[in-house]
């Protein structure tokens, strides 16, 4: 569907999910091949990748949106225990040359694909200065990006470095 979209005279954009646990990689593609921009919905996992919600600790509200979506089970009891084992697992990546876990987030969609746009969400002045200031470091180093593809149990893409 995204293909026979993307070939329409008037395409310009195509939203997916996209984030450091997952991109539809034939999605990005398109987008590359057509010259569109991928409009990259839940760049911090519903603000998992933001590094405040943990097991049995901080979580979500019991009647917040996040916590009942059949699109994401970051926040589910039985699986958010293995989202932030990844977490965990990429954090120094993410977190590299002093960026936050949010910046970082933001920079693994930017080294994506010099395509992507991520749209991240906010609650506080605070969340948005974070957001912003990931522009202050660009996209995450090639060397970042297959650690985490590694580290996640993917093969490691080469990256679309921004300039």
Not at 15 to 31: A, K, M, P, S
Not at 129 to 147: C, D, H, K, Q, V
Request: charge should be negative.
């Amino acid at each position: 569907m995204a293909r026979a979209f993307a070939a329409g005279p008037h395409c310009a954009a195509i939203q997916q999910q996209l984030n450091v646990f997952g991109t539809n990689e034939e999605t990005l593609r398109i987008c590359e091949e057509h010259g569109l921009a991928s409009i990259s919905r839940s760049p911090l996992a519903m603000g998992l990748l933001s590094g405040k919600y943990a097991p049995g600790g901080h979580m979500p509200p019991a009647d917040d949106v996040r916590r009942d979506t059949p699109h994401w089970d970051y926040f589910d009891d039985e699986a958010m225990p293995g989202w932030t084992e990844k977490l965990d697992a990429i954090r120094a990546a993410l977190t590299e040359d002093g960026r936050s876990l949010t910046q970082g987030a933001l920079a693994w969609v930017w080294a994506k694909s010099a395509v992507t746009i991520p749209i991240p969400g906010f609650r506080t002045v605070a969340q948005v200065e974070e957001n912003i200031g990931a522009m202050n470091f660009g996209p995450l180093s090639t060397e970042a990006m297959t650690y985490i593809d590694r580290a996640l149990g993917r093969e490691p893409a080469v990256a679309a470095q921004r300039a």
